[in-house]
């Protein structure tokens, strides 16, 4: 499942795409256009009558069950989880989620991904799914080397429902009848400007994105099967989506969020769930993994004083750049595999440095350290705090010994600095299956 991101390729039929997920072109109820402008009669956006779709919904979760299947989980799998709530929907359901991780809550140095099911309220798989995805990596710790993988390496945050009052209703919006995927700020068009008008489970998954350093995300949608990446939108209206998570994700999250369809049938008979679970697994687990796995990983620190620096990534021929974490100073780029890339960290400050690598299948790490920019920052030594006068003394006092004698503190200075910092790398990378190096 390295190759998920390059099988992806196969599926980004981006008119299709905005087709299952409602977009203007949908002539009827029931099937789609096709990449030719031929109409489809494969049955997608069903619209079902009230009672068909209750009837639907049975063996579904309900909202309280839901909840109540997250907080089970979260006792029974205290030792690698953790649930916590990003703020609660216009009725007041709160909005969980469940952080997997072996150091679930702490800030490592590690990729974070993210899964949120139930966007749309009627598209109910992938709150079923991630509870079951969520099971299944707590029932196969340190049984199975893809869940142990994922547990020790990356932190998981799974969403279950982002809509959960748009679910009670079995509709596609919130309460507010909302559409919550084009809800978000656009970078084309204002239309979601006005912060006042956004809706409060699109406000929580904001805050929750800037607060967290998401690596990588996707969100379950059901009516197709269809694997989306940014860009959903264009300056010149040839994708009709704005507003969507996926593009507020990539801008201003540095996360690159897929939109997976993940079911033909919106509401697939409940027995059927278990099924769709297998069909899915290998797939959700690979794509966790994958940021693992694959891609260019590091940390960056300055020079001066060994602090991690928040520092921006770019890959020379990619227009788009990351941030390091500010706690850690720990990126992770997701790159394609065997190629060439030239990778550049910068930081107002500090001197850019690039350095060419070559990714093969798996992942590497590449450590920078920083030299402040300008002369007197790196210039910058403990006799800064002494005036001109002190040396003075000091050579006319002693003739030039202590002189020899502080020279040589300071080099000793910088050297134990600069070995602190080797040190920690060394440690780190003696720890890693990855080929390492430091720039
Ligand atoms: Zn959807």
Redesign the pocket.
Known sequence: MELLFSSLLLFLLGPIASIA?GGDRIPNPSGFWDRSGEFSARSLLQDHKPQELEALADGYMSNSELEKAIEEFGKRCAHISRVYSIGKSVKGFPLLVIEISDKPGKDEAEPAFKFIGN??GD?PVGRELLILLANWLCNNYMKDSLATLIIKNVHLHILPTMNPDGFALRRRGNANNVDL?RDFPDQFFPINDVVDLRQPETRAVMSWIKGQHFTASASL??GALVANYPWDGSGDSRYPIYGGMQDWNYIHGGCLELTLEISDDKWPKADELPILFEYNRMSMLNLVASLAKTGIHGRIFSSHNGHPLPASVMIKGIDYKINASGSSGDYHRILAPSGSYEVTVSMPGYRAKTTPTFLQQYAISLDFILDPDGDDAHRRTPLDGCDCNCLGILRRAHGGVYLAVFVILLFLYFLLKRKAVFRFLKRRHSSSHRRVSVV
């Open positions: 997920r966007v749309h598209e995927n949608h059901g």
